[in-house]
Nanobody, 125 residues
């Protein structure tokens, strides 16, 4: 059973950047597509990006396209989410999750099996 761990969140100013990391405290990410989600209190969890197991295919929600970049380093068992040009509306708890197979067939949260505990990103204006 995979155990995912996010890190890299923090407080950043408008227009700033962060790099989030998603690793596994148990198990390997190699054969798994990994997606990033975010959630603010009172709102539904939003799928924002996904990368397939090889790293050759990536998907983005319109809300982050052109500003966020997902990547992975399978040698380090880590998936990254680079957040650039941050806005106050990007403030949320960010989660990584895996759907349990190699492709990004969906970014619907209900389809994802293993989740990390989340890391908070706060963008100040």
């Amino acid at each position: 059973q995979l155990q995912l761990v996010e890190s890299g969140g923090g407080l950043v100013q408008l227009g700033g950047s962060l790099r989030l990391s998603c690793g596994a405290s148990r198990g390997s990410l190699d054969n798994n597509a990994i997606a990033w989600f975010r959630q603010v209190p009172g709102k539904e969890r939003e799928g924002i990006s996904c990368i397939n197991s090889s790293g050759r295919r990536t998907d983005y929600a319109d809300s982050v396209k052109g500003r966020f970049t997902i990547s992975r380093d399978n040698a380090k068992n880590t998936v990254y989410l680079h957040l650039n040009s941050l806005r106050p509306e990007d403030t949320a708890t960010y989660y990584c999750a895996t759907i349990g197979h190699s492709s990004c067939s969906t970014m619907r949260p209900s389809q994802y099996i293993y989740w990390g505990q989340g890391t908070q990103v706060t963008v100040s204006s």
